[in-house]
């Protein structure tokens, strides 16, 4: 398990709405009471950020489908310089008229477009205390995990995790005791060894520290395993019968598809000249949003544009 002060980024989940319906999606979309972040909470989230070194993100959902998060921008370039903020977007149709306030405010943008069929999400809802019997290797394959390993940490409107699958399933599964920390200043200091209660609560519930097989985002369905489907029996997207059970196997590491081949520098462009923009490596080896602002660009005003976001 990684500290928190070890990862890239702490996500700050504005909302879980989103255009898509994505195959065994991270955040249970289909499954789960749509929110939107409050105001008041959001703010309270940006304030116990202050003196995180690392990125704070801006996640979801779809954190462009939030009504307020144009003020939500403001309020982080009030307390971050955009070297220090990022945005998980899919930049929907419509929200084009944002493109300005992401590039003054975010100095990293990830765009996760899933509109291609070479997306393959895990399945998140197959519990691992289903698939493997043995308590022992249950448990070495939570601590060593491939989100926890990669992913971020995250807060949501229950509070703060460690895990930002955690915080999904808090969200999915809101009568289970609350085991969310409280989101006040220094929350992110927090060591492996102070998740144990978020750990057992939640991690034998999920299906990524597994070798399961993944399924295209564009597949209408979600793998599940018993125990969830038994719990989920109001969820609409399990009354309409999108979901497949889980056999309850894994399957050899090297089977396992690529969880997202296409992601590269070319196609992410490609989403990005949606808004006008296009996108360039920083020095932090993540991509900055850059206007298009004329058709003729000289060739150093690009150089001048990066130089003044990271000065």
Known sequence: MRAILDMDTCQIEVTNVCR???ANCSRMVGHVEPYFMDFAVFCSAIDSMIGYPRMIGFQGGEPLLHPEFERMCDYAASRFEPRQLGLWTTLPEGYEKYREIICRTFGHIFINDHSRSDIYHCPVLVGIEEVVEDQTK????????????SWSASINPRGAFFCEIAAAMAILYPEEPDEAWSITPGWWSRMPWEFGTQIKQWCPQ??????LSRRSSLDSSDDISPRHLARLQKSPKIRRGQYVVHPLTEVAPAALQPLAAYKDTEWRNSVAARYGMFLI???QQFWTPILKATPYIRPHSIYEQFRERWA
Not at 138 to 149: G, L, T, V
Not at 206 to 211: P, T
């Open 20 to 22: 898509n319906s994505c």
């Open 138 to 149: 249950m448990w070495d394959k939570i601590n060593h995990c491939w989100a926890q390993e």
């Open 206 to 211: 999920c299906g990524f520290a597994c070798n």
């Open 281 to 283: 490596i920083n020095d």
